[in-house]
């Protein structure tokens, strides 16, 4: 089957199956599939134009929305955490589309730049299994754990399950908000972090996402529990929200500057991930979550690798 706007020819059954592949790994993993899909599209498919960024970002379209509908039916949204972070992602995709448009519409050039992401991804996924990040990540931990056992009592005695609605005390509320700090109470704590901080994290990861085709959420998602010390159980869902809010901004973007996605690929693509998500989600227990990280970051490393090389032995 051909596809006019991307000229990729490709069984229909192809694409869906690879996503669901991807995803179902990936998701296992605690990362999203989505940056290993466009250099699938980019070195299988020869997909070069600057329309295979947004094309990705359809992939993101389709497969989150589920999710996000999961996390605001269980008032688990934090609406303060995402709004912030979709203000500060939208501008950055905008810079991150004049710059693929712009500077690297060359497809070696491109390359390269999805070599640099994908190494950063990959050793970081390395570099997290190690003894001294594990010592870094150790209170970290330690304050999940204690957010994890005090949200198991809370459930326990209101006698419900998350399939049927938290309690009160187990949902996200917004405490205040100005323009410099924000604050949400959760488990009857409040958290409080800087609004202006977010905004400029914010932007540097949209303008990442904008040029690369991702939203952003598994880049951004580490830095608000590591540097914001928010628990990660309050910002997941406004991780997945800001991602699919500017996956659709990040399209239109490119819409605006002529760039025309291929909305039928990407939605195959969505379709295999919208699946794989879910496999991985029920998979996830039967596999070692150590394993996973230090596999999908050797091949993403080494994915990585083999494109900056090949930029500069070319």
């Known amino acids: ?4 706007v991307s000229g990729v020819e490709v069984n229909p059954i192809i ?12 998701s296992m993993g605690g990362v999203s599939g ?3 899909l466009l250099p699938y599209q980019v070195s299988i ?4 134009s600057p329309a295979v960024s947004p094309t990705n970002l359809v992939y993101n379209i389709v497969a989150i929305p589920s999710g996000v509908y999961r996390f605001i039916r269980e008032g688990r ?3 303060p955490v995402a709004c912030v972070t979709i203000l500060g992602t939208l501008p950055g995709l905008y810079f991150g589309a004049v710059i693929r448009t712009g500077w690297l519409p060359n497809p070696e050039n491109f390359k390269l730049f999805v070599g640099c992401v994908l190494l950063y991804i990959g050793l970081r996924l390395l570099y997290d299994q190690t003894p001294w990040a594990k010592r870094k990540k150790a209170k970290i931990q330690e304050f999940e754990a204690q957010v994890q056992e005090r949200l198991k009592k809370v459930m326990q005695e209101s006698g ?8 009160p005390a187990a949902r996200v509320k917004t405490a205040s908000w100005s323009l410099r700090r924000v604050s949400y109470e959760f488990l009857g704590e409040t958290f409080t972090f800087n609004a ?4 400029i994290l914010a932007l540097v990861v949209g303008l990442i996402g904008g040029t690369y085709g991702i939203g952003g959420g598994a880049i951004i998602a580490p830095f608000l529990a590591a540097i914001f010390k928010l628990p990660m159980y309050t910002i997941a869902g406004a991780a997945l929200l800001g991602t699919l809010v500017t996956s659709v901004g990040g399209v239109g ?5 002529g760039i025309i996605p291929d909305l039928a690929l990407g939605a195959l693509f969505g379709v295999g991930g919208f699946l794989g998500m879910y496999v991985g989600a029920r998979l996830q227990k039967f596999f070692s979550a150590i394993v996973i990280r230090i596999g999908l970051g050797v091949i993403i490393s080494g994915l990585a690798l083999r494109y900056i090389v090949g930029y500069f032995m070319s």
Not at 196 to 199: G, H, I, R
Not at 253 to 257: E, L, N
């Open 15 to 26: 694409p869906p199956l690879i996503a669901l592949v991807v995803s179902t790994f990936t």
């Open 45 to 48: 498919l020869n997909f070069t």
């Open 34 to 36: 989505a940056f290993l």
């Open 253 to 257: 973007i490119y819409f605006a500057m």
């Open 160 to 167: 419900r399950t998350a399939g049927r609605g938290l309690p």
């Open 196 to 199: 202006p901080a977010l905004f």
């Open 77 to 79: 949204m934090n609406w």
């Open 1 to 4: 089957m051909l596809f006019p």
